[in-house]
């Protein structure tokens, strides 16, 4: 009893250990393994009872099964491998350009002396009035855009002599015959780096802000 009991240990041991080994196997080894012991197993068939044709076919369909899905994953790892180096060097040319996306934010040009920025109207306004706040609240100056037609819009504020530091961001006022008109802040934003972080591009803008690409709604 006991010797059959070690027995039946080691058999189990040895089938975990071959299992474990197979498990670690690459696709080829798999089907050069499955090939072989296909050729020992027709060799030694019994010539009155040989394998059933069906059975052969559905085991040879398996293995190219585990073979071509495992190419498969290999060649979509390489495109996506190749996709993330073409999203980089594309990302490189944004550097420089000016980015536009949702927010307060006001960005300024190399000089310093204009700041700029946009408003998004969701409906025609006959006053659009723009006011750039400093760090209290305090209106550090205006820009009247006049009347303009629903979409995007861009502004320049002349911003000499005022330190950039002090300035917290703007704010839109849009009405039509005394009514308000929804009207969005617009942040434009010069690129200054671009990087890659988990497969997707992030841009850093002036004023050290970071984007997804995504978050971006035009290039300039």
């Not at 670690?24 to 072989?36: A, G, I, N, S, V």
């Amino acid at each position: 009893m006991v010797d059959t009991v070690s027995n039946t240990s080691s058999n189990v041991l040895a089938t975990s250990s071959a299992a474990s080994a197979a498990s670690k196997q690459t696709p080829q080894e798999m089907q050069d393994r499955f090939l072989k012991l296909m050729v020992a197993q027709l060799s030694n068939q019994d010539p009155l009872n040989p394998m059933d044709n069906a059975e052969l076919t559905t085991q040879m369909a398996q293995i190219n099964t585990v073979t071509g899905i495992q190419q498969l994953n290999d060649s979509l790892k390489a495109m996506t491998a190749q996709f993330g180096t073409l999203q980089a060097m594309q990302g490189t040319s944004l550097i420089g350009r000016t980015a536009i996306v949702n927010g307060n934010m006001l960005g300024y040009d190399a000089e310093g002396g204009k700041a700029h920025g946009g408003v998004l109207l969701q409906a025609a306004a006959d006053s659009v009035k723009v006011d750039v706040l400093g760090l209290t609240g305090q209106v550090l100056g205006t820009v009247d855009m006049g009347g303009l037609p629903a979409g995007q819009h861009s502004f320049d504020w002349d911003s000499a002599g005022i330190d950039r530091s002090l300035v917290s961001g703007f704010r839109v006022t849009a009405t039509k015959s005394g009514e308000p008109v929804t009207a969005n802040p617009l942040s434009m934003l010069r690129v200054e780096s671009v990087g890659m972080v988990d497969g997707s591009i992030r841009l850093r803008t002036e004023g050290q802000m970071a984007y997804a690409y995504g978050d971006v709604l035009a290039f300039q």
